[in-house]
């Protein structure tokens, strides 16, 4: 039988920000209670005063499924910024079939206490994905996990 020597304190009422650029989806967030607060933000535009308060007064940033569509330098500005003052985790995912670029915390130049990833299964692929893939049915994501 395995037994855990640590026994970290649950986080109890964690403050969740939701940021997209879909409004629908943010209040959806918003009223059945995942988000305290949201954000209704493009990440390929300017980015507010109001998404760098969160960013910078949160503990965990998690982008999941978000990457492909963020112009090449800006998650790496904003998770050099999140990084910054140390203490915090950042889980983010990438899918390599839709988007071939590398985002290994080393890849994006980042100082870290350790990370670790892993390839998880996505979707099948429609049949035109399908052709235009040279006939790989199915997609997965790689997913890190990153202490810094």
Same mark, same amino acid.
């Given at each position: 039988?395995? &037994?855990?020597? #640590? =026994?970290?304190?649950?986080?109890?009422?964690?403050? /969740?920000?939701?940021? +997209?650029?879909? *409004?629908?989806?943010?209040?959806?967030?918003?009223? &059945?209670?995942?988000? %305290?607060?949201?954000?209704?933000?493009?990440?390929?535009?300017? @980015?507010?005063? %109001?998404?760098?308060?969160? @960013?910078?007064? %949160? +503990?965990?940033?998690? $982008?999941?499924?978000?990457?492909?569509?963020? !112009?090449? +330098?800006?998650?790496? %500005? #904003? /998770? &050099?910024?999140?990084?910054?003052?140390?203490? !915090?985790?950042?889980?983010?995912?990438? /899918?390599? /079939?839709?988007?071939?670029? $590398?985002?290994?915390?080393?890849?994006?130049? @980042?100082?870290?206490?350790? &990370?670790?990833?892993?390839?998880?299964? =996505?979707? @099948?692929?429609? +049949?035109? *994905?399908?052709?235009?893939?040279?006939?790989?049915?199915?997609?997965?994501?790689?997913?890190? #996990?990153? *202490?810094?």
């Amino acid at each position: 039988m395995w &037994s855990q020597s #640590v =026994h970290p304190e649950p986080i109890r009422n964690p403050e /969740i920000t939701g940021v +997209d650029i879909t *409004e629908n989806a943010l209040q959806f967030g918003l009223q &059945s209670g995942v988000f %305290a607060k949201i954000i209704n933000q493009n990440l390929n535009e300017p @980015l507010s005063p %109001a998404f760098y308060e969160a @960013l910078d007064n %949160a +503990d965990t940033l998690l $982008c999941m499924m978000a990457l492909s569509y963020i !112009k090449d +330098d800006v998650f790496q %500005a #904003v /998770i &050099s910024r999140f990084a910054a003052s140390g203490g !915090k985790f950042a889980i983010y995912s990438t /899918i390599p /079939i839709f988007d071939d670029r $590398c985002y290994s915390p080393d890849a994006l130049g @980042l100082t870290v206490k350790w &990370s670790r990833s892993v390839v998880v299964w =996505h979707r @099948l692929l429609t +049949d035109a *994905e399908v052709k235009a893939n040279g006939g790989v049915t199915a997609s997965f994501m790689r997913v890190y #996990v990153v *202490e810094f």
